[in-house]
């Protein structure tokens, strides 16, 4: 049995965004967790987002990734958070959102909460290339209607069509 002590650096390693990844792919998650990005005491503008995956073999398995959030002056960081945030209801979670940056970070996870759609997930470089980055989110929705099916062939040779 392991000792508390044990158990909490593992709980602890989990939170940091370390302890688990998933395979590169795409994937039907929902995002099941999440916390601003605390260093050395100081709130920066970055989260950490914790994903399930809902179906497929990996179903069941997790994910912790970090989510850098720029300036909006910052025009080419800007372009790759919108591109991984694609997903998203960033317009009306922004707008709720107060202008103190660690609670607008905590509203912007409250408001991810619960979230469902499709993720891509790649894998980090560097320091990082053992924890999975985030490459893209797109709404479930689309994914969600099935496609159009043909009508059955008639095959009744007996029936005169009348």
Avoid: C, H
Avoid at 25 to 49: C, D, H, M, Q, S
Avoid at 77 to 85: E, N, P
Avoid at 95 to 119: F, Q, R, S, Y
């Amino acid at each position: 049995m392991a000792s508390t002590m044990w158990e909490a650096a593992a709980t602890s390693l989990a939170k940091s965004g370390t302890a688990e990844s998933v395979d590169p792919g795409t994937y039907k998650v929902e995002i099941v967790g999440g916390r601003p990005l605390v260093r050395n005491g100081e709130v920066e503008r970055a989260l950490f987002l914790d994903f399930e995956v809902l179906s497929g073999p990996s179903a069941g398995e997790s994910t912790s990734i970090y989510l850098n959030v720029p300036e909006p002056s910052s025009r080419g960081a800007m372009f790759y958070f919108s591109k991984k945030t694609a997903g998203f209801p960033m317009a009306e979670i922004f707008a709720t959102l107060p202008d103190d940056l660690e609670e607008g970070l905590k509203g912007m996870v409250a408001g991810l909460l619960g979230w469902k759609g499709i993720a891509e997930f790649g894998m980090g470089q560097g320091n990082y290339s053992d924890r999975n980055d985030l490459v893209a989110t797109r709404s479930i929705e689309a994914d969600e209607v099935p496609a159009a099916e043909a009508p059955a062939e008639d095959t009744n040779d007996d029936d005169p069509g009348f």
